[in-house]
T-cell receptor, first 111, second 112 residues
Framework: DVKVTQSSRYLVKRTGEKVFLECVQD?????MFWYRQDPGLGLRLIYF???????EKGDIPEGYSVSREKKERFSLILESASTNQTSMYLC??????????FGSGTQLSVL | RKEVEQDPGPFNVPEGATVAFNCTYS??????FFWYRQDCRKEPKLLMS???SGNEDGRFTAQLNRASQYISLLIRDSKLSDSATYLC?????????????FGGGTRVLVKP
């Protein structure tokens, strides 16, 4: 089975802190994604990557950056966390067939 | 108009009944379509891909109507465990890479 692992299930941070969310997949997938999910707004794409060291902006990249130094790892960085970044963050990966496999999510609270 | 739209529901379904719901998409060039299922406080999981000829997986049937730009999901003989939010996913092929677009989800509640 494909496994996508996110480093934390719950995270509480303070406004202004730098936050790292880590995601690792074990299926040698080319594509990796970061989404956030908020009630009433659904899943929104923040950034995605289709190769090592490559990144593309999604629909809501402001306030975020990403890093993909190795194929299996895709990190989401909040340079200076703000309260409006409180959300459920979901990492996903896919191969050429476009089928997404998600991690179990990180519920981030920014106080 | 949103790229991918779904009726948020909830669809209240008696156990054993059939329920069907649609998802409309705005870009006629879209090529790939999927249904995902998301349980409360869990991550989305792939339910099935949607093919041009339609496809069936047990009690679930997915259809694609290109002329009217919608896909549908039908659940027969509903089980209590079918209660979930069903997310429609479309690849609009607007940009490089696999930029799949999610609908807002349709909530289904199966009741005894």
């Amino acid at each position: 089975d494909v496994k996508v692992t996110q480093s934390s299930r719950y995270l509480v941070k303070r406004t202004g802190e730098k936050v790292f969310l880590e995601c690792v997949q074990d299926m040698d997938h080319e594509n990796m994604f970061w989404y956030r999910q908020d009630p009433g707004l659904g899943l929104r794409l923040i950034y995605f990557s289709y190769d090592v060291k490559m990144k593309e902006k999604g629909d809501i990249p402001e306030g975020y950056s990403v890093s993909r130094e190795k194929k299996e790892r895709f990190s989401l960085i909040l340079e200076s966390a703000s309260t409006n970044q409180t959300s459920m963050y979901l990492c996903a990966s896919s191969g050429q067939d476009e089928k997404l496999f998600f991690g179990s999510g990180t519920q981030l609270s920014v106080l | 108009r949103k790229e991918v739209e779904q009726d948020p529901g909830p669809f209240n379904v008696p156990e054993g009944a059939t329920v069907a719901f649609n998802c409309t998409y705005s870009n006629s060039a879209s090529q790939s379509f999927f249904w995902y299922r998301q349980d409360c406080r869990k991550e989305p999981k792939l339910l099935m891909s949607v093919y041009s000829s339609g496809n069936e997986d047990g009690r679930f049937t997915a259809q694609l109507n290109r002329a009217s730009q919608y896909i549908s999901l039908l659940i027969r003989d509903s089980k209590l465990s079918d209660s979930a939010t069903y997310l429609c996913v479309v690849n609009p092929l607007l940009a490089a890479g696999n930029k799949l677009t999610f609908g807002g989800g349709t909530r289904v509640l199966v009741k005894p």
